[in-house]
């Protein structure tokens, strides 16, 4: 029985029949089972909570410190990124997340592709790992491999994929490339060199075993050879030394038999003096491997003799083969040419001097007489008188030049001319030449026509004025016509000035020689108004010291080109115009003060101290160094300058004795050297004294002008 509830809190009981009682019996055990099941579903659940926190917490955890990189892409913006994923860009996770897309953080040529490419995965369509090049926040770039599948996300497409930073991978892949590449190249190299070389010892095999055979055919011919050669002694030496094969010629040279020859030792065959040089040079033609000559005398004979190593099997020598040529002939030959040309340098040395004595000592009679007619020149002269001073002096000048071409030959040799190469232009310059030569011309009946330019060039002024000098000189003088032509044209990367005159032409076989020292065409009675025949040879030399071709063409019966070759110069550089070497015009000069006159020729300190007492001044002259000395230490205080004659006697020059003026006077005394000398050691030693210079024969013009320098020296 059980109790029911009532109303009003009772309780009655309430009646169970047994069939009742049972079937709530499987109930309550019904009910106690699903308590218990709920139970076991309720402690599953809270373990399967518990797992799903403990997995997501894992998976985060995972995600966060995963060694790559992680995102969720959605609307091509970042939904998600990993601390790895964010470092790869040099950003934060909350920097990327909304704000930046992978387009923003990839080169650009690769931003469409990688759109598709996330298109296609929010599609469905599988992934594929493909790689890009990234771009960092601070410009970098770096190389990376990413892989991503379709997902979604909040009910929209989105892209869940990873990223790996490849960029050492890659290095070491190029470098693994770039080394397979080289491994690769090397090992078709190494074969290459195997199949060159087994080629190459087939055929040296196959070489060896014919020169072998060839060997063995020659030896009997070599010694045919060797004995029907007659002009050459031929010897065999062995490692001892000793003669193994001879011929006939050098049994003869020995004064034996082939016979006894062989056998012999070298040091048998030799004297004294050749043997022990001889059995050095073959032993060390035996030990080096290496040919030898040299020239010995043998039995009263010279021989060229050439030792030759005779290799064995192995290729070290074994052998010596001595040929050995008689050359007594060519030695007598060389020894008389040695002979020749010591005598033709002595004879050409003894010209020298005497042609710079022979200057010198005429120059000292012109400079007197050149000195006398400056000062005739202040006195008043009839007409006649006049023109036969004139005459004198153009025939003082004809000389003058001739000397001055002796001497330009004497400053070439001796060094003392350095070019001074400026930029100039060439119009004004060939302008200058033009007025030099205009009067000359003008008595043969010839205009000097100038083709108009504008070229800049770059060289001594002075010198190549002299080399044109020369050219224009012979134009007028051979020009069969009524002009010369002056012109300039491109050469190369410089300009050719050339000078063209109608004439007869000069013959092919003589284009050469023109250019030597005294040599003349179209003058064998040597007409001295035709000049030495220096003018061409010194024109070359200059051209050589300022390393300038000349050229000339000519055809016999039309006429000549003389031509030079010089070196452009930029147009817009620094250039000057080169000046005249005119002298200024000198009025009646009325000087002051006292000159100083060294010389040791009377007639030219009577001449010089005749013309200065002229121009006004007071003179003291002296003959030598001592005079002089003796002149300064009771006048010194009054001499202005001084004119010294380089050469004087007693062992003096003016160099020294202007030193010891200069001592004496306690000052610089302004100072001219005067100088007849042409050696070109005496003009070596006058330019390195760096006193100014004038060479005999000086004309009033030029004397006045050295005293007006000297005076602005004062």
Known sequence: ?????????????????????????????????????????????LRAETALAESEERYVGTMQSALVGIYIIQDLKFRYVNPTMAAFFGYRPEEMVGGLGPTDLLVPEQ???????????AHGEAGHPYEVTCLRRDG?????????????????????????????????????????????????????????????????????????????????????????TEDDMVMLFDRQLRVVVANETAART?????????????????DTESGDNCQQRLLSVLSEGESRRLERLLADHWYDINL???????????????????????????????????????????????????????????????????????????????????????????MESLLNALLDISKLEAGTIVPEPVGFPVQPFLEHLQSQFRAQAAEHGITIRIRPTDAVIHTDPVLLG????????????????????????????????????????????????????????GNPARNRDQGLGLGLAIAKRMADLLQLHLGVRSREGVGAVFSVDVPGADPQSRIRRPHADRPATVARPRGQGAVLVVDDDKGIRAAMGRLLELWGYRVFSAEGGEPALQLVRRHGSVIDCAFLDYRLPDGWDGV?????????????????????????????????????????????????QALERMHLQK
């Open 1 to 45: 029985m059980a109790e029911s509830s009532g109303g009003k809190g009772e309780r009655r009981p309430i009646m169970v029949h047994d069939d009742e009682r049972d079937d709530s019996g499987s109930l309550k055990q019904e009910l106690r089972r699903l308590r218990e099941r709920l139970r076991e579903e309720r402690a599953a659940r």
């Open 308 to 398: 030759c190593p005779v290799p064995g099997s192995g290729g070290r020598p074994t052998a010596v083969a001595m040929f050995a040529r008689d050359i007594t002939q060519r030695k007598l030959i060389e020894q008389a040419f040695e002979r020749s040309k010591e005598e033709a340098e002595r004879a050409n040395q003894a010209k020298s001097r005497f042609l710079a004595a022979a200057n010198h000592d005429l120059r000292q009679p012109l400079q007197a007489m050149s000195l006398l007619l400056g000062a005739i020149g202040f006195h008043d002269l009839d007409r006649r008188t006049q023109a036969l001073v004139g005459d004198m002096k153009n025939a003082l000048r004809v």
């Open 656 to 704: 020294t004795l202007y030193r010891e003026i200069c001592r004496l006077a306690d000052r610089t005394l302004p100072t001219t050297l005067v100088t007849g000398d042409t050696a070109a050691k005496r003009l070596r030693e006058v330019r390195e004294s760096r006193l100014p210079l004038l060479h005999k024969p000086v004309d009033a013009d030029t004397l006045l």
């Open 466 to 521: 002299r080399i044109l000098q020369n050219f224009l000189s012979n134009a007028i003088r051979h020009c069969r016509g009524d002009r010369v032509l002056i012109g300039c044209r491109p050469a190369g990367t410089g300009r050719r000035i050339e000078v063209w005159n109608p004439g007869e032409g000069i013959p092919e076989q003589e284009q050469e020689r023109i250019f030597e020292e005294f040599y003349q065409l």
């Open 254 to 270: 020995f004064g034996s038999s082939v016979a006894a020859l062989t056998g012999k030792r070298a040091s048998e065959l030799f």
């Open 111 to 121: 931003r469409a592709m990688v759109a598709r490419n996330l298109q296609r995965r």
């Open 140 to 228: 970098s770039r770096f190389d990376a491999m990413v892989w991503g599948k379709g997902v979604t996300l909040d009910g929209r497409p989105a892209s869940v994929g990873t990223m790996m930073d490849i960029s050492t991978l890659k290095q070491v892949q190029r470098r693994l490339e770039h080394h397979q590449a080289h491994l690769q190249e090397q090992v078709a190299q190494q074969t290459g060199r195997l199949r060159r070389t087994n080629r190459q010892l087939q055929q040296d095999i196959r070489a060896r075993e014919e020169a072998e055979a060839a060997l063995r055919t020659s030896e009997h011919r070599l010694r045919g050879l060797i004995n029907a």
